[in-house]
């Protein structure tokens, strides 16, 4: 069974910078590719990033392309996402999930972590 915990959010102005952490409850954790979605206010959860097992293969939506950089530490069974640049547009809760193969929908999700960012 996996069990994800995010940490890190908080409420930055415009132009800042964030690092999100996810740390995980699991077995082979670097069998697992890593994610984070995020939900805005009335609107659907959507991909933000993902990063395979072995941290060689990394993905990102166009919007948070060259400001955001997901990372993972096996050692620590943790993912990180660092945000840089940030924008209001990138309010919401952000969530971690977890799957062996890249299906999100049947894989592990945390409680997710608020991030507010002003104008």
């Known amino acids: 069974q996996v069990r994800l915990y995010e940490s890190g959010g908080g409420t930055v102005q415009a132009g800042g910078s964030l690092r999100l952490s996810c740390a995980a409850s699991?077995?082979?954790?670097?069998?697992?590719?890593m994610a984070w979605f995020r939900q805005a206010p009335g609107k659907e959860r959507l991909f933000v990033a993902s990063i395979s097992g072995n941290s060689v293969s990394t993905d990102y939506t166009d919007s948070v392309r060259g400001r955001f950089t997901i990372s993972r530490n096996n050692g620590k069974n943790e993912v990180y996402l660092q945000m840089f640049s940030l924008k209001p547009e990138d309010t919401a809760i952000y969530y971690c999930a977890a799957s062996p193969t890249y299906t999100w929908s049947t894989g592990a999700w945390g409680q997710g972590t608020q991030v507010i960012v002003s104008s």
């Open positions: 699991v077995r082979a954790f670097s069998s697992h590719a």
